[in-house]
């Protein structure tokens, strides 16, 4: 049975050195994990059994109107640049309209080999499916722009690592778009005027169609961008591989690799077992988006009539982008203390606190929850040098009008901790899928106190913590 899906393919239409057809590898025995059909139904798509699900999106059968292709695109990966990079294990099927008449991606992930593979298998092994499921799902019940998870399928079929044959699986992803900054770089860097200014075109009717020039639309990702990296910092989340070709023009967080949300706040942790010298780590993302914002800007100056006024122009406009992030950062940690409308000594306020985190090595999640019900004293080594801030705190929060709402609104209670991100991929491994079930559960609500997910908030013991995650790939 085929399964009838709103699809076409906009995408497919740009010139075919944009990217290379061809259908998934199939797979012996698919199993569907998880349909998340709240999103589906936002999407329109039609409800159906779970063996066609299965065969779907385990990529055996194409749906009538999929187009399934492999994007190529370039990036900076840990700042050298790869010329050429692609979809290596993943294929966009096309594009659905959703139900607020919004063009959105389907895409398969570990759907088998493509040219962009690099002699990789293209295949994904079930905890890196699981883990892009829950924390993707989790960040947009956050807030945080995000692609999203519509489904997981096992595959039945072994995936070879370092460690040996692992379960198999495929994730469905759905994003605005899965145009990237190093999707401009490969044009760019290829001198390709045609495709370069095709893909501008594509962009901006895609995103942006309000956009004037290739200056307007920089600034609209430059805000994106900035919003989206100070919205990650408030909630503790790390990338860890902010690489330009994971740089998605539409300011959503794509490619869940080695991605962490901290437990004692740190301004300098880092978790990607790949980052040695901690280029993407919690307070680099910051630094590091300016960076790839500049190598988006160099790909649009050709397309600038004066080139040399569009360098200099370009130059100003990323070189105000610490400010943009600076000044959504302070809102978004105002707001976490309780301040709805914060003024100049509201972020020395925030900072202070900040830095009595990292010394009393405060849990950085609930540490801001607690200021909402007295228990974020408990959280420090030395209680007093809480105390004496929480004083400054309290007599500020007088000018507030509701500053516990607005708290409870900022600070989730629960977040994907990572060390019970790796007991649910443990006991998805052994056949048991219900942590995996129970986190999705919670985390769909994360800003209310749920007195039966105690233990999912409770930071890791020694044993239990996760000093180093994997991109998975």
Same mark, same amino acid.
């Given at each position: 049975?085929?399964?009838?899906?709103?699809?076409?393919?906009?995408?497919?239409?740009?010139?075919?050195?944009?990217?290379?057809?061809?259908?998934?590898?199939?797979?012996?025995?698919?199993?569907?994990?998880?349909?998340?059909?709240?999103?589906?139904?936002?999407?329109?798509?039609?409800?159906?059994?779970?063996?066609?699900?299965?065969?779907?999106?385990?990529?055996?059968?194409?749906?009538?109107?999929?187009?399934?292709?492999?994007?190529?695109?370039?990036?900076?990966?840990?700042?050298?640049?790869?010329?050429?990079?692609?979809?290596?294990?993943?294929?966009?099927?096309?594009?659905?309209?959703?139900?607020?008449?919004?063009?959105?991606?389907?895409?398969?992930?570990?759907?088998?080999?493509?040219?962009?593979?690099?002699?990789?298998?293209?295949?994904?092994?079930?905890?890196?499916?699981?883990?892009?499921?829950?924390?993707?799902?989790?960040?947009?019940?956050?807030?945080?722009?995000?692609?999203?998870?519509?489904?997981?399928?096992?595959?039945?079929?072994?995936?070879?690592?370092?460690?040996?044959?692992?379960?198999?699986?495929?994730?469905?992803?759905?994003?605005?778009?899965?145009?990237?900054?190093?999707?401009?770089?490969?044009?760019?860097?290829?001198?390709?005027?045609?495709?370069?200014?095709?893909?501008?075109?594509?962009?901006?009717?895609?995103?942006?169609?309000?956009?004037?020039?290739?200056?307007?639309?920089?600034?609209?990702?430059?805000?994106?961008?900035?919003?989206?990296?100070?919205?990650?910092?408030?909630?503790?989340?790390?990338?860890?591989?902010?690489?330009?070709?994971?740089?998605?023009?539409?300011?959503?967080?794509?490619?869940?690799?080695?991605?962490?949300?901290?437990?004692?706040?740190?301004?300098?942790?880092?978790?990607?077992?790949?980052?040695?010298?901690?280029?993407?780590?919690?307070?680099?993302?910051?630094?590091?988006?300016?960076?790839?914002?500049?190598?988006?800007?160099?790909?649009?100056?050709?397309?600038?009539?004066?080139?040399?006024?569009?360098?200099?122009?370009?130059?100003?406009?990323?070189?105000?982008?610490?400010?943009?992030?600076? !000044? $959504? &950062?302070? @809102?978004?940690?105002?707001?976490?203390?309780?301040?709805? #409308? /914060?003024?100049?000594?509201? %972020?020395?306020?925030?900072?202070?606190?900040?830095?009595?985190?990292?010394?009393?090595?405060?849990?950085?999640?609930?540490?801001?929850?607690?200021?909402?019900?007295?228990?974020?004293?408990?959280?420090?080594?030395?209680?007093?040098?809480?105390?004496?801030? !929480? $004083? &400054?705190? @309290?007599?500020?929060?007088?000018?507030?009008?509701?500053? #516990? /709402?607005?708290?409870?609104? %900022?600070?989730?209670?629960?977040?994907?901790?990572?060390?019970?991100?790796?007991?649910?991929?443990?006991?998805?491994?052994?056949?048991?899928?219900?942590?995996?079930?129970?986190?999705?559960?919670?985390?769909?609500?994360?800003?209310?106190?749920?007195?039966? !997910?105690?233990?999912? @908030?409770?930071?890791?013991?020694?044993?239990?913590?996760?000093? /180093?995650?994997?991109?998975?790939?």
């Amino acid at each position: 049975m085929n399964m009838n899906i709103p699809f076409n393919n906009s995408y497919a239409a740009l010139p075919a050195r944009f990217f290379t057809r061809q259908t998934a590898v199939p797979v012996r025995a698919p199993r569907l994990i998880r349909y998340n059909t709240d999103l589906a139904t936002e999407l329109g798509i039609p409800e159906t059994d779970r063996a066609t699900l299965a065969q779907v999106f385990a990529g055996n059968d194409v749906p009538v109107g999929a187009d399934p292709l492999a994007q190529v695109y370039a990036g900076h990966q840990f700042g050298g640049f790869s010329p050429q990079l692609g979809d290596g294990r993943a294929l966009l099927l096309g594009e659905v309209v959703d139900r607020q008449g919004t063009r959105r991606d389907i895409q398969l992930k570990g759907s088998g080999p493509t040219p962009y593979s690099r002699m990789g298998d293209g295949r994904a092994w079930l905890g890196p499916v699981l883990r892009e499921y829950v924390v993707s799902e989790a960040m947009h019940a956050l807030g945080v722009p995000t692609t999203r998870a519509l489904a997981a399928v096992a595959t039945g079929e072994p995936v070879y690592r370092e460690t040996g044959g692992m379960p198999g699986a495929v994730l469905t992803r759905v994003a605005s778009s899965h145009i990237r900054v190093g999707t401009f770089q490969y044009f760019a860097a290829r001198r390709d005027m045609d495709g370069l200014r095709a893909l501008y075109d594509f962009t901006v009717g895609r995103h942006d169609p309000d956009a004037q020039d290739p200056a307007d639309l920089l600034d609209r990702v430059i805000r994106r961008q900035a919003r989206l990296v100070a919205h990650w910092m408030s909630v503790g989340f790390i990338h860890g591989v902010m690489n330009t070709d994971n740089t998605a023009i539409s300011g959503e967080t794509i490619d869940y690799g080695p991605c962490a949300f901290m437990d004692i706040y740190n301004p300098q942790t880092v978790y990607s077992s790949i980052d040695a010298q901690g280029r993407y780590g919690y307070d680099n993302q910051a630094k590091v988006i300016v960076w790839n914002m500049a190598q988006f800007a160099t790909t649009l100056v050709p397309l600038m009539p004066d080139q040399d006024a569009a360098i200099e122009d370009f130059t100003a406009r990323v070189h105000a982008m610490p400010d943009l992030i600076e !000044a $959504e &950062r302070q @809102r978004l940690f105002a707001a976490k203390i309780g301040i709805a #409308e /914060a003024d100049a000594q509201d %972020a020395a306020l925030v900072d202070e606190l900040l830095d009595l985190m990292a010394e009393g090595r405060a849990d950085f999640t609930n540490t801001f929850r607690g200021l909402t019900n007295g228990t974020a004293r408990d959280e420090f080594t030395d209680p007093a040098a809480f105390d004496a801030w !929480a $004083e &400054r705190w @309290r007599a500020r929060l007088d000018r507030e009008s509701d500053p #516990e /709402a607005v708290m409870r609104a %900022a600070n989730p209670s629960v977040i994907p901790r990572n060390h019970r991100i790796e007991q649910m991929i443990e006991a998805a491994v052994a056949g048991d899928f219900k942590p995996f079930e129970r986190l999705i559960a919670v985390l769909s609500d994360p800003f209310t106190d749920d007195p039966q !997910a105690s233990d999912l @908030r409770r930071p890791p013991e020694p044993a239990e913590i996760v000093r /180093a995650t994997f991109c998975g790939t």
